[in-house]
């Protein structure tokens, strides 16, 4: 029974398990988007300058690169467990 545990735990995953890298990529997609248009949205409508814009684009660039790396992972889980 002791080794049940670790075997379940630590054990093999099935190829189901991907969509979980795949909803957290459409997800990050998602913001990533929603956070450009929110940025054009207020420059535009407030008359923002470049002051605004270069923070805002390099801190949505962070929902972007979690986008991309949850992309990869679930790429690399299908091809290994598919």
């Given at each position: 029974?002791?080794?049940v545990l670790p075997k379940n735990l630590?054990?093999?995953i099935s190829g189901e398990y991907c969509v979980y890298f795949y909803l957290l990529?459409?997800?990050?997609?998602?913001?990533?988007a929603?956070?450009?248009a929110g940025i054009a949205y207020i420059g535009i409508t407030r008359n923002k300058?470049?002051?605004f814009f270069l923070p805002a684009a390099v801190q949505s660039l962070a929902y972007f690169f979690i986008y991309l790396q949850n992309r990869l992972l679930f790429n690399?889980?299908?091809k290994t467990l598919h």
């Open positions: 029974m002791s080794s630590f054990g093999n990529s459409v997800i990050g997609l998602v913001f990533f929603i956070s450009i300058g470049l002051d690399m889980c299908a």
